[in-house]
Structures are given as structure tokens and as C-alpha cells.
């Protein structure tokens, strides 16, 4: 049968490997098939999204191995030190930076076959489970143990439990369950020397640094992390929504920062600005839609993210809607507790100018809390890109950072942004932005400068460049400005851990 | 700016959405699951087809290996905000391999089968039905009809004894088809043979014609004959039915009184073709409910969501060490919750399970209604 027209590019890693690594994994667990090197070749990175696009692959994998035992990824190791083959460690590809691309070939290291739950301590509150499990199978297996460990990321249906420590991951309802690393206790990593580190399953401890901290969020590059402890909770006995409409940004910000400066701890804290409100958070009561706002809501059931192509409508809507910024709250715990809760956060909304619209807005919200991740479909079928950008600050430069990095973008591409991941001292904001150019090389080429300059103004505003994606490929460039002496510090550690740069080359700007 | 399509373009959208798609069904899928790799997800399989369409690659460059993933369970539909139906995409793909002489062996060698006995096992089914149901049971003028799946008939004949006995003591007036053993005609049909489905359907309606209920203790016969045998002809009057569903109406009209003997700790499995594709979740659950004298305990993932066995799309054919690990899945969560009673009204599943874990005992409804009688 004739070939298609893609050609792969010839594998940058051969000459014999194969045989070694079916010695040490099986023939079953190892694959040089073109399906498998097409499909490895990207991850969620928007990127990928353009060479599909396109019909190109630049970077297929050279070989993918499915583990299935810490003794086959020592002697995986051991094997790429011998070879000097990059070692790229994979949990579902759902990462949005490239983290898990192939940029120099070598082994993908997948890690979904050791996915087992080992142990539930109920009585500590913790569960043990490998590196390859799916978020919403773990979240599943211990729903029927009446248990939720609380990390609700959009993407829990095509996750890892490995992939959210690698990239210090946040769920929807962080404020109150707080982050991935706040959520571990432990865990166990195969290092590039070949040692298996484990740590030592304790509440606190005062025995130097955290080393634990230092393997969560490494993205590939320290250790393949095998097993996660992590911290669960009963499941709640209520849950509380909320919605309150802002008449500008800044009144909802003051409001998160009031709640959580007194101590109030919403599971979910959601303020959309006014496009992102229509597109995806604003569900006002059918009663509260009259003239403008029922036709609006009638046309947005049917262009949804599509409305992102088109920036003349989207700036003429956003001149009409005006002042429309929804806050979704929602609270969870002992009925009294959130009871209490919810009337003590509306009494400091309605201070800031906020207007309570019931519990259906924060319902909607959970009912379709995953949607917006299957939305984006047509527009990148029809070449767009549609990238996000989750930066976080403190109070202090907040609203700046907002504003400087709408105002770097606006006339590039159309974004809208919503602020969640509220803390006492702070906040995240998470930008999407969507975008194409005249053809592809113009589109490739906007959407590098959207995001050179989405950077710039992030930093000149003091911001952190990553709240919860991670750095991978795409912010790579900007860890000088982000960690200053910080980057020597992280590249010795990398040289002193992984001398041949085996593990994840080109990501997180330890390596080139 | 659509991209040109030129194979298979009538699932242009659906390869579309899918690959632009961030995997979102992936965790209820069985294949990806079991082997997780990214090239067999739902989202792999339809990014290989779509390099397909737009010319990238051709049907032998991992397109067709991996649209052969698939049990045709619709775990990935229920998942999916858009409703995307996988299965039938993936048996245009395998019936384009098969139209062009690519289809795998062992399907082809099914497919044979099929031709010649109207069923993939051989003439032994319509001995062993034979055997086991009395003659005067076939070929009667009755208001319900009861059609027995072939690998009920292959691998569990006292589940045909079973129904044959409890149906009696209801007192029902039943047929039973045969004795010429049919099949539905579904394997045909997801290992990518729409003909010979056709051929085997006309035959099945044909002999239909005269009863009013036909029941089947195959939930994939059941959805098959619901689903797709009308637009061939089954007239409206001919109600395709799960047999739990009848035992449950039969015990409710109080027909038939099982007695409660041991009150027994019952894991239930819902089979996609019983679950997702027919919607029947509750009343095998009632009716095990009245046999066992307690709830059955639940799966993590059940009802909507519940776990196939491995036995669809052909796949212990094509895949046998991936559908082996898609049965262990239920039954080792089964074990590790420390039970030993695994019930399914699904036989191919059972077979799958039993295969699994020898040790598990693993039954019918039927068969814990006809013990109660
Ligand atoms: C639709 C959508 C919604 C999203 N929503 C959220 C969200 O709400 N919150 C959030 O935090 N993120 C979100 N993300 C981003 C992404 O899901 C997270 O970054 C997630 O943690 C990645 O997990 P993964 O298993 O897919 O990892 P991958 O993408 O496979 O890998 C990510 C990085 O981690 C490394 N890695 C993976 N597994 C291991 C391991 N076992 N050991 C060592 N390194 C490893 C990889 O090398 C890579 O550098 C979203 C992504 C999408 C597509
Ligand atoms: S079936 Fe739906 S959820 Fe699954 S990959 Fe396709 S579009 Fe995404
Ligand atoms: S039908 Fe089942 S096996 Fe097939 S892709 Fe969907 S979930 Fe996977």
C-alpha cells in the first residue's frame, strides 16, 4: 500500500535501542509504531494544535516505553546515562507548555501503567497511588469510599496524578483544598543517578529543606515521580453556590480580598471580567434577561468560544455589556459551617457593590464546570489559536497586572480573563486569548509575539509567570527574568542530579 | 479555511472535534485505560484518522491498527460534552480495510463464519440449543420470543436450561428461536462487514415477524435488534427486550416468588449494550435486589459509567492481551473489596470475566432467580 505524504523525521535515537529496551520492558510495553510517534509528538501545548493544523509532525517521539515497575525505570536509567538518550517522562500530555514534547527524541516514558490505588489510610487521611492514574479514577475510587481529595483541575478526566506534582498543579476548589504541593505528603521518584528516593511519610518536618517541594513542579527534569502520598478529605456533607454581579472588576477583586482577609475559605472563588462573563461565566436568572440581554443570551447558546474569531463583534459586545463582572462563590464542610460562611461572605460582597443573584449562577457554574475544556474544537479547525495564561500576583499589583497585560495584547488578539485560586495575601488571573493571522506562517508568528509580550507586561507587573501550568517549552525563555540567581541555583541542582541531562532536555529552562 | 478531506469525509466533523479535542473522554475509555497509550485513547484514534483524511497517512500506517481499539462500549459518549459516537466511525474505518483485503485475519475468518452458519461459532450452537431446549419450545406460534445469544448457547447452556425452567413456572407462553442458532449480526457489524450484518438481520426479522416481544439475555442482541434492525424492517410491533427486564415484570406480578435463602453480598456489572445503549440500569438492580434480599454493592464506575468487559469490536480477536486487561479491571476492584459474587446479564462479559479470574463466581440473573425458585 503507498505511503501518505507525512514523512517523519528519521529517529534521532536508534541503532539497537529498541532490543534494549524490549530486554528490560517487554515487547508489549514498548512501541516504535507510527501511531504512537505521531502521537506523542505533541501535547496540549496550542501549539501542537497548529502542526496538527498544518498536517505536521516536527517532533515525533523516537520510541515510547509504558513501565510498569521502579526496578524497569532504574534500569531505564541506568540505560540512558550509558546511551545519553533523553528520558521524557509522560503522564497524559494534558500539559499546556510542551512540557512533554520531543524536542531532542529519546524514550517517552509513560507512566499510565502504574496507575494502581496501593493503600487508603483513613484514619490519617491520606492515600497512596502511582504516578499514572487518572485524576477523575482516582477521584472516583475514593468517592466510593465516601473520601475527595479536593484537586478539581479542568482537566482531571485527562490527567495525572504524576503530571500535577510535576507541574505543581491547582483544581477548581484550591482556595479550600489549596494546591497539589499543599496536598502532599509524600512521595517516590526514580532520580537519573538511579537511586529511588521515597520520602518519609510524616505531617511536618524540620530536617533541612523541603525535597519533597523541590521534586514537585521539576516537570520531568529531577526524577520520574512514581507514587504520590496525598492528603484526602471526607466528602462534604454541603455544598453552597453562589452568584453576585460586580458593575466593575475592581469592586470584585476588593470583595475576594476582603472574604479571604477574614478568614472565610470559599471552596470556589470565581470572578469573571465582562467577556469572559458572557461567554463563559454569566448565567444570569432567565427572569433578570429582558431586551439586549435575552437576544444576547439567545446568540450566545450558539457562537459560545466561537465569538473569539471574530474581534469586532467582541469589542463592540463588550462596549454594550459594560460593567457586568460575575463572582461565583461556592462553599463546602459541615452545613453549619457553610451556611455561615456563605451569609458572612455576601454581607462583604454587598459592602464592595456586589448584587447576590442566588444560588443559580454558582450551580451553573458547577454543573458545567469542565465544558469550556471540550469548547475550543471548531475554532482550532479553522486554524485559530486559542492559548491561556494563568500569572498571579499580590493584592498590591493586581489590578495593574490586569490591566497591563489586556492592554498588551488588545488589537492582537481578542482575550478575556477571569481571576480564581484566591488567597489572603493574593490572586490568580487566567487570561485566554484566542487569534490568526492572514496565513500560517503569520499566525505562528503572532502567537509567538502574543505571548513575548503577554510576558513582558506580567513581569514588568510583578507578577509570577506561572500560577499552575508550569513553564515547559513555552516559557522557557523568560526564567532568567522569573528566578533572576534563582536559575543558577536550579541548573546546579540539575547538574548535580542528572550530570548527562538525560531527564526532559530543552524544558524549564534548566537545560538548553 | 477547512482542511481537504479525501477518505472517509462523512466523519469530517467528528475527527475534527476529536482532534482538536484535549482527550476529555479519555478516562472512561477501557482500551486507554488498560494499554494507556496516547495513540489508543479516543483522542489518538481519531487524530490517526484524521491524518488519514486529509492524505497524511495511509490506512496500514497505524490508522487501521488503532481503529481496531475500540470495544464499542460509548464509555467515551457518555464522557463527551459534544455526544460523539466513536464505534460507528471506527467500523467505517474497519469496513474500508476490509472492502480494500487489509481487515485482520481473525475477523475475516469470523466473517466466514457468519456466511456460512449464519453465527461466527459453527453448527455446534444449533446442536447445543438443541440439546438443551425441548423441540417443542421452537418454531411455535407465541406471544414472546426468546433468543438466546450464541455465546450463552457456546459457554453457558444451563443459563438456557435456567431461563427455560423459570419462564415455565411463570407460566408464560414463550417461544425460543431456533433451532437453527442466529446471531444478531452484531459482530458483523463492528468488525466491518454492514453486508453480511444485513444478510444475517433479514434472516433474524423474518423469523420475528410473528411474536410480540422478543427478548434476549444478549444485551448486545437486544440494542442490535432495537437500534438497527427497524430501518430494516422489524415492524414497531415487534418490542426487542432484556430478559432481566421481563423477569423483573414476571416477579413484580408476583409470577414468579423467589424465596430468600442466604442474603448474599452481590457485586453488579452494568454491560454497555444493557446500560449506555438501552438505558436499562434499574431494573436488573430491582430484580437482584428481590432475589439476594439486599442491594447489590456497586463498582466505582457503574451505571452511566460503568466498566466494559473487553468483549466488544471484536477486540479479544484482534487485541487478546488488551481486552484480558480490560475483564480484570471489575473483578480485581471486586476482590479487593472483599467480595466473591460478580453478577452480569451480559454473557460475553461473564466470559470475559470468568476467563479473568476462574476463581470468581461469576453469574446471571437468571441463574440466582431459577436457584430461588
Ligand atoms: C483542558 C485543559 C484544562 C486544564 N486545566 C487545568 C487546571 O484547571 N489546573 C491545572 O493545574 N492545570 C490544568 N491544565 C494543565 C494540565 O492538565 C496540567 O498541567 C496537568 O498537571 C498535566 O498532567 P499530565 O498528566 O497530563 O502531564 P503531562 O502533560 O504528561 O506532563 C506535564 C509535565 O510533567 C512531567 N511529568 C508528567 N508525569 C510525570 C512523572 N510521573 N514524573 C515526572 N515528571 C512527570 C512531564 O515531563 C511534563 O514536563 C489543563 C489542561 C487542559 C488541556
Ligand atoms: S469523543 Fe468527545 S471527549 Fe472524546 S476526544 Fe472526541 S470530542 Fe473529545
Ligand atoms: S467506544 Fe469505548 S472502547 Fe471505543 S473509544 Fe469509546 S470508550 Fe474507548
Redesign the interface.
Known sequence: ??????KLRPRLHDGGLEQELVAIFGA?AV?G????R???GRD?WPRG?LW??Q?RVPYPADW?V?PSTERQLVQLVELANRRRVPLVPYG???GVCGGTVPVQGGVMV?L??M?AILAVEERSLLVRAQA?I????LE??L??RGLTMGHFPS?I??STLGGYLATRSAGQLSTRYGKIEDMTLGLKAVLASGEIYETRAAPRSATGPDLLQLLVGSEGTLGIITEGLMRVHRMPQSRRFRGVMFNEIEAGMEAIRLVLQKGLRPAAVRLYDELDTFIVGAKPREAEKKGFAAFLSRIQKSVEYRMLAWPEVVGFFEKMLGGKCLLVLTFEGAAEMTRLEESLALEVCAEAGGRDLGPEPGKHWWEHR??V??????L????YFVDTFEVAATWEHLSTLYRNVRQALSGKVVVMAHFSHAYAEGCSIYFTFAGRGADEAATEALYKEVWRVAMEAALASGATLSHHHGVGLSKAAFMRQQLGAGLDMLKAIKKALDPNGILNPGKLGVSE | MKQKLVELPEYGHETATCTFCPKMCRFACPVDRVEGSEASSPWGKMTMLRHLQTGEVSLDQGVLASAYKCTGCMACKQACLHGQELPPVFEAVRALAASRGLAHPKLAEKDEAMRLWGNPVGPKLSEELARRVPPSRFLRPAPVLVFFGCTTVKRFPNVLEETVRVLEAAGLDFAVAGPEKLCSGLPSLSHGYPERFREVALRNIALFANHARIVSDCPGAVSTFARKYPELGLPAHSKPEHLSVLLLELVRAGRLSPRLGRVRRAFYHDACHLGRYLGVYDQPRELLERVLGRKVEELAFHREMGLCSGGGGGLPLTNPELAAGIARLPVEEVRARGGDLLVSACPSARRRFQKADPDLEIVDPVSLLAAAL
Open positions: 500500500m503507498s505511503d501518505g505524504k507525512l508489549g512501541s509504531r507510527t501511531e504512537e505521531i502521537a506523542y496540549l494544535h496538527m493544523r498536517g515510547v509504558w497524559a500530555g494534558s509513560d499510565k501503567r496507575s499514572g487518572l485524576g477523575q479514577v472516583t475510587h468517592n466510593a482537566s478526566y485527562c469542565y465544558d475544556s471540550y469548547r475550543q474544537s471548531p482550532l479547525e479553522e486554524g
